[in-house]
């Protein structure tokens, strides 16, 4: 059995108990690491591989659920074999990943969150939507994960349209709570009041935008690097995407 702690490149902002694959990860708040424990593994490189794969995992949760954005620094680790007894065999780091106290992060809340998780294609296209910087990487990003759960949730048929599972998935997920996402909606500039809400965040986040920035052929609609108005069309569609990216990873998690 192997026990594996990663630093962090930032203080945790809450504590999380974490199991996924019957590997308990652990952050605790106002500290930089993440430490993963009771994994089973032949040798030491397979357990660092295991590890950060539920450490990722750990860090893409904490990100969508509690707006945490955390990054793991894999440089940095400490590496123990733990006998049958629970005692450490032995042990070994690169960097060594340290031990203490960071500053203490406000307005968050400290008691243990204690989850089952498990892995979500869509939360890592949402975490890096959240580390990207550049607007374009961003919006491409969280419609990556908006893409991923409402495949899941409808799977389009030969001969329909790629935007009907992106339709049917809102429909689903926004069927007792339109209002909100109305509410965010409205704020995109090209909102049309006189359509359905369902049909025009389908439009926006689709045709106008997913399309666009996917299409650098010049006789269709596209939006291109570097243009200043497209720039600034894109960033007031972000706040958008990455509502319904939430709520469908929080879908995910309730229903799938």
């Not at 629970?86 to 992060?105: E, N």
């Not at 969280?142 to 049917?168: C, H, M, T, W």
Request: aromatic letters at 10%; hydrophobic letters at 35%.
């Amino acid at each position: 059995m192997w026990k594996v702690q990663f630093d962090l490149t930032s203080p945790s902002p809450l504590s999380l108990d974490f199991v996924i694959n019957d590997i308990r990860v652990r952050v605790t708040a106002s500290f930089s690491q993440i430490t993963t424990d009771n994994i089973q593994a032949v040798n030491q490189n397979a357990a660092h591989t295991k590890a950060l794969y539920a450490a990722t995992c750990c860090v893409n949760y904490l990100c969508w659920k509690y707006d945490a954005v955390l990054n793991i620094n894999s440089g940095r680790l400490r590496i123990e074999e733990i006998s049958p007894e629970g005692k450490s065999i032995s042990h070994a780091g690169w960097g060594s990943a340290r031990m203490g106290a960071t500053m203490v992060v406000a307005g968050r809340p400290q008691s243990l969150i204690s989850i089952s998780g498990k892995k979500s294609d869509a939360a890592s296209y949402y975490r890096k939507g959240c580390l990207n910087t550049d607007s374009f990487d961003q919006f491409r990003n969280f419609y990556s994960a908006v893409e991923n759960v409402s495949s899941k949730i409808y799977k389009k048929q030969l001969g329909e349209p790629k935007k009907i599972e992106l339709d049917r998935a809102l429909t689903e997920c926004f069927v007792d709570k339109l209002q909100p996402l109305e509410a965010n909606a409205k704020a995109e500039p090209t909102f049309n009041t006189n359509e359905s809400t369902i049909s025009e965040v389908t439009r926006i986040l689709y045709k106008a935008y997913r399309c666009q920035l996917n299409h650098p052929k010049d006789y269709q609609g596209k939006k291109v690097l570097f243009d200043t108005q497209d720039e600034i069309e894109v960033m007031n569609a972000l706040p958008l995407v990455k509502f319904v990216a939430k709520a469908l990873l929080e879908y995910e998690e309730s229903s799938l």
